[in-house]
């Protein structure tokens, strides 16, 4: 079993704001990165250090935290966002990595 | 532009080791971690494990005993072996860059995937 766990599915309105949640316990000592993942293709990273974008990734995604809870927001959803989100942390007392099951995005 | 390129066995029979290679182009090889990644079919990411330029390793303690990872840094490369495979070890592997620094670590760069298959 993950140490971080993610909803499986989320679904948002094409335009609308979606959020989507990472929890676990080593998130109260350490930020979260999140990936997205296209069909085929290698994960990109999005958001790091809870709140920054690599070059070249639109500013509609942002990342916050609170207590064991990492979030992903993407604000004005567009189609080409559908994707899975994953999360990644280092795992709770060890050094080692943990990512969370991932999210599949559907942007209706 | 940092490029990961990887490559290794696709195929493979019960009991094999993988062996799966990965070269770094443009970027410093010390100032990062380098790691391994696997995405069974229609699942999520795993960590396999990470290495730093002078060789200090950390794995995934539901593989340790089977996988080792190394690096040569005269070539930029870095490898992974995972011996005894079985099929529950058919995934897509990647190799990905890790940064460290300020308390946050995160994977920066990954490389296109090598798809292992397992059979006999």
């Known amino acids: 079993s993950s140490e971080l766990t993610q909803d499986p599915a989320v679904s948002v309105a094409l335009g609308q704001t979606v959020r989507i949640t990472c929890q676990g316990d080593?998130?109260?000592?350490?930020?979260a990165s999140w990936y997205q993942q296209k069909p085929g293709q290698a994960p990109v990273l999005v958001i790091y250090?809870?709140?920054k974008r690599p070059s070249g990734i639109p500013d509609r995604f942002s990342g916050s935290s609170s207590g064991n809870t990492a979030s992903l927001t993407i604000t004005g959803a567009q189609a080409e966002d559908e994707a899975d989100y994953y999360c990644?942390?280092?795992?709770?007392?060890?050094?080692?990595?943990?990512f969370g099951g991932g999210t599949t995005l559907t942007v209706l | 532009q940092v490029q990961l390129q990887q490559w290794g066995a696709g195929l493979l029979k019960p009991s094999e080791t993988l062996s799966l290679t990965c070269a770094v182009y443009g970027r410093s090889f010390s100032d990062y971690y380098w790691s391994w990644i696997r995405q069974s079919p229609g699942k999520g990411l795993e960590w396999i494990g990470e290495i730093n330029h002078s060789g200090s390793a950390n794995y995934n303690p539901s593989l340790k005993s089977r996988v080792t990872i190394s690096v040569d840094t005269s070539r930029n490369q870095l490898s992974l072996r995972l011996s005894s495979v079985t099929a529950a070890d058919a995934a897509l592997y990647y190799c990905?860059?890790?940064?460290?620094?300020?308390?946050?670590?995160?994977?920066?760069?990954w490389g296109q995937g090598t798809l292992v298959t397992v059979s006999s």
């Open positions: 080593s998130l109260r000592e350490y930020y």
């Open positions: 990905a860059s890790l940064y460290c620094g300020d308390g946050s670590c995160y994977f920066d760069s």
């Open positions: 250090d809870k709140n």
């Open positions: 990644n942390s280092r795992g709770s007392g060890t050094y080692h990595r943990v």
